[in-house]
């Protein structure tokens, strides 16, 4: 089988969607992920889309507002010249290469530098730690690190746990021991690779943000990846041409989902703000301004982004699309009542391409995740594994039709054991409980470490904090079970807030009245805190720090400054 069969198979099954992109019924009936043996996405796909292709690939803009604007040709011929210039230094298929970097030019194309000769990347966020980074070192047996002069420091020392000597290569000036990125300006523009790339290879593996645990390594092939965002082009809705931001950092995979692979399968832009801190007002602007047709953010930023008047900027938006965390719906309706357009939810993870969205053009169910997307089969499991309307999200390892989803990672690089635990009984489990209704939408409940008994009752922490967020006074919020002597647990919200709200017994009180009468009996938050919410460096909230640190309460617990009892306000 040839390079150019494998590429008319991915490039069929990509049109498919495209063709199909707001009948999601058709899509899912019709999609079958391709087969392919030999693909490796930079050469094949993206190389051949850039060939006489003058449009803009990647799009940066400076927080002091200079431009940088980099054309499909471009990209390729740079990334080929970077190719050949890693390989020059040594640099071989398999060996592991750690990249961290920011939003800047060279991050795109070592990425396809890396595809194009068979390096493996480990994608790091430049807001590691010096432990962090020597466990990546380690874990990751890493062959070669990639960063910025002011991150070089970081790296001294770390040979040791290495298994060998780590080639040091810094992209913006010379550093005393670093190899200069300039150099490969000087590379061939032509790379022809040593030997066909098999689907099978690893490309990538991404250290989880560990919001419950130690960070997991998780292992993507040339295919689960490259191929596996299929899922995520059609989720998000793109379309050549399309002027796509994700409001993502890199290091985590979120960026490779929305920074790289969907908006290039697609032959859409790149477009990236890099802001030094975040504006509202400004972003609003840019968005105006660049005419930006794709707009993907976390949770944080759409909560910041209805603080202003949006309908005041008139944006060319045509889909937003919410990930990393559930979307609350009263930021859904904001936005809607503002700009007519919904965003859009979906769900997928580190170890997986999007598994669940709404895509557009279907029916929205406030608060619900949507359906499972083409090429997933999603079965919810009970405790006993076995099928259910509420339960663990899982996806079907062998379904008859579909097959093993590509886009699910080969497994965890490190640990055998947590592979077998989480593909266990045919299904890869991932952790996430959900509900699906009649109509086969699902709606998020939370994190299984997350959710909890509460008088025998069970609470869904996303649930309470849908309506904590409804609060004009309420920044973000986390609820956690709070140890109680007759009840065993109580439901307690760990509330940061907006400004010009004080974090007294006022506000607090307005806060609970306002839970009460949107909430069952059982369900209502006895216990309130004001707080910064402690965060992973990837941003999501740490609840397993929370309950921690109410499970190390004394009993009877006695209320702290910033905190408020329910029981305490209603009674004075």
């Given at each position: 089988m040839t390079a150019a069969t494998d590429l008319s198979k991915y490039r069929a099954a990509r049109d498919f969607l495209l063709q199909h992109r707001t009948d999601q019924d058709a899509a899912c009936a019709g999609f079958r992920w391709p087969k392919l043996e030999h693909f490796n996405w930079a050469l094949d796909h993206f190389d051949d889309?850039?060939?006489?292709?003058?449009?803009?690939?990647?799009?940066?803009?400076?927080?002091?507002?200079?431009?940088?604007?980099?054309?499909?040709?471009?990209?390729?011929?740079?990334s080929a010249r970077v190719a050949n210039w890693?390989?020059?230094?040594?640099?071989?298929?398999?060996d592991r290469v750690l990249l961290m970097l920011g939003n800047e030019v060279p991050l795109w194309e070592l990425m396809l530098a890396c595809i194009k000769?068979?390096?493996?990347?480990?994608?790091?966020?430049?807001?590691?730690?010096?432990?962090?980074?020597?466990?990546?070192?380690?874990?990751?047996?890493?062959?070669?690190?990639?960063?910025?002069?002011?991150?070089?420091?970081?790296?001294?020392?770390?040979?040791?746990?290495?298994?060998?000597?780590?080639?040091?290569?810094?992209?913006?000036?010379?550093?005393?021991?670093?190899?200069?990125?300039?150099g490969a300006a000087a590379a061939s523009p032509i790379y022809t690779p040593k030997c066909p790339t098999r689907t099978d290879e690893p490309l990538l593996l991404y250290f989880t943000s560990?919001?419950?645990?130690?960070?997991?390594?998780?292992?993507?092939?040339?295919?689960?990846?490259?191929?596996?965002?299929?899922?995520?082009?059609?989720?998000?809705?793109?379309?050549?041409?399309?002027?796509?931001?994700?409001?993502?950092?890199?290091?985590?995979?979120?960026?490779?989902?929305?920074?790289?692979?969907?908006?290039?399968?697609?032959?859409?832009?790149?477009?990236?703000?890099?802001?030094?801190?975040f504006d509202a007002k400004r972003v609003l602007d840019v968005l105006v301004d660049k005419a930006v047709t794709t707009l993907c953010a976390p949770p944080t930023v759409w909560r910041m982004l209805i603080q202003e008047q949006l309908?005041?900027?008139?944006?060319?938006?045509?889909e937003l699309i919410s990930a990393g965390e559930?979307?609350?719906?009263?930021?859904?309706?904001?936005?809607?009542?503002?700009?007519?357009?919904?965003?859009?939810?979906?769900?997928?993870?580190?170890e997986t391409s999007a598994q669940v969205g709404n895509p557009p053009g279907q029916k929205i169910k406030f608060g619900s995740m949507g359906r499972p997307l083409p090429g997933y089969q999603v079965v919810l499991l009970d405790p006993d594994d076995r099928p259910a309307d509420e339960g663990e999200i899982s996806l079907v390892l062998a379904d008859p039709d579909l097959?093993?989803?590509?886009?699910?990672?080969?497994?965890?690089?490190?640990?055998?054991?947590?592979?077998?635990?989480?593909?266990?009984?045919?299904?890869?489990?991932?952790?996430?409980?959900?509900?699906?209704?009649?109509e086969g939408y699902i709606t998020y409940v939370g994190r299984a470490d997350d959710v909890f008994k509460a008088s025998d009752y069970r609470i869904s922490p996303f649930e309470l904090e849908s309506v904590l967020i409804e609060h004009p006074a309420v920044a973000e919020a986390a609820v956690v079970p709070s140890p109680d002597a007759l009840k065993l647990a109580v439901p307690k919200a760990f509330v940061s807030l907006t400004a010009g709200h004080a974090p007294d017994e006022a506000t607090a009180r307005s806060i609970l009245a306002f839970c009460?009468?949107?909430?069952?009996?059982?369900?209502?938050?006895?216990?309130?805190?004001?707080?910064?919410?402690?965060?992973?460096?990837?941003?999501?909230?740490?609840?397993?720090?929370l309950r921690r640190q109410e499970d190390a309460r004394a009993m009877p617990p006695q209320r702290g400054a910033a905190e408020f009892f329910d029981d305490e306000l209603r009674g004075g």
């Open positions: 889309l850039a060939r006489d292709n003058h449009a803009t690939a990647l799009w940066i803009v400076g927080d002091d507002g200079s431009e940088t604007k980099i054309g499909f040709a471009q990209m390729a011929e740079r890693l390989e020059s230094l040594g640099l071989q298929r398999g000769i068979g390096a493996v990347m480990i994608p790091a966020t430049q807001l590691l730690s010096r432990d962090d980074l020597v466990d990546r070192v380690e874990r990751g047996r890493v062959r070669a690190v990639v960063t910025t002069s002011i991150h070089a420091a970081k790296f001294d020392g770390l040979d040791g746990h290495a298994p060998g000597p780590v080639l040091r290569i810094v992209v913006d000036r010379p550093a005393p021991g670093w190899t200069d990125y300039a560990g919001t419950t645990s130690k960070p997991k390594l998780v292992a993507h092939t040339h295919a689960s990846y490259p191929v596996g965002h299929l899922s995520t082009m059609y989720w998000i809705g793109l379309q050549p041409g399309d002027v796509h931001w994700n409001i993502s950092s890199p290091g985590w995979a979120k960026h490779a989902w929305s920074c790289f692979f969907a908006p290039w399968i697609a032959g859409a832009t790149i477009f990236i703000f890099n802001y030094g801190r309908g005041d900027w008139p944006v060319r938006l045509r559930p979307l609350n719906p009263e930021v859904i309706e904001q936005v809607r009542a503002a700009w007519g357009l919904t965003i859009r939810d979906g769900f997928g993870q580190t097959g093993r989803p590509i886009g699910l990672m080969v497994g965890y690089a490190d640990s055998p054991e947590k592979t077998a635990e989480v593909m266990r009984a045919g299904h890869y489990h991932t952790g996430d409980v959900a509900q699906r209704d009649a009460r009468d949107r909430l069952a009996a059982y369900k209502r938050i006895r216990r309130l805190e004001f707080t910064e919410l402690p965060k992973t460096i990837s941003g999501k909230i740490r609840r397993v720090e």
